[in-house]
């Protein structure tokens, strides 16, 4: 399964854990985490790639805490910030993170990857 195995690579990665919260031994809560150098300015970008809780868990901190974990994790990776992306759509997720201190800042432009079918090299003469 696509996600074990990404929980798994996040376990070794060194910039790139993902925290999980556990209760009874269950996952309840689980945010991925990417530290990205900065090429314009000092430090790292400290990115929350995915954060997800049990919705029998939701409203019982385990989303503070996980956020929580990860900017510790950071600032002591030299991060000078920690940025979360949130479709448009999700208000509840906003409301969340604006709780906790974080603000809208700017605009995120996407160009996806056109879906390219293989093509077997050109045979020589």
């Given at each position: 399964?696509?996600?074990e195995?990404?929980?798994?690579?996040?376990?070794?990665?060194?910039?790139?854990?993902?925290?999980?919260?556990?209760s009874?031994l269950?996952?309840v809560?689980?945010?991925?985490?990417?530290?990205?150098?900065?090429?314009?300015a000092?430090?790292?970008?400290?990115?929350?790639?995915?954060?997800v809780?049990?919705?029998?868990?939701?409203?019982?901190?385990?989303g503070?805490?996980?956020?929580?974990?990860?900017?510790e994790?950071?600032?002591?990776r030299?991060?000078?910030?920690?940025?979360?992306?949130?479709?448009?759509h999700?208000s509840d997720a906003?409301?969340?993170?604006?709780?906790?201190?974080?603000?809208?800042?700017?605009?995120?432009?996407?160009?996806?990857?056109?879906?390219?079918?293989?093509?077997?090299?050109?045979?020589?003469?």
């Amino acid at each position: 399964m696509q996600v074990e195995r990404r929980i798994t690579n996040g376990l070794t990665a060194v910039d790139s854990p993902v925290f999980v919260a556990e209760s009874a031994l269950r996952v309840v809560g689980l945010l991925s985490f990417h530290c990205i150098p900065l090429f314009h300015a000092d430090g790292s970008l400290g990115r929350i790639t995915s954060m997800v809780v049990a919705p029998a868990w939701r409203g019982r901190g385990i989303g503070r805490l996980l956020v929580a974990v990860a900017e510790e994790f950071a600032w002591t990776r030299g991060c000078s910030r920690v940025e979360v992306t949130s479709g448009d759509h999700r208000s509840d997720a906003h409301a969340f993170y604006e709780q906790i201190g974080y603000q809208l800042d700017c605009r995120r432009f996407i160009k996806y990857a056109r879906k390219v079918h293989a093509v077997a090299p050109p045979q020589g003469p």
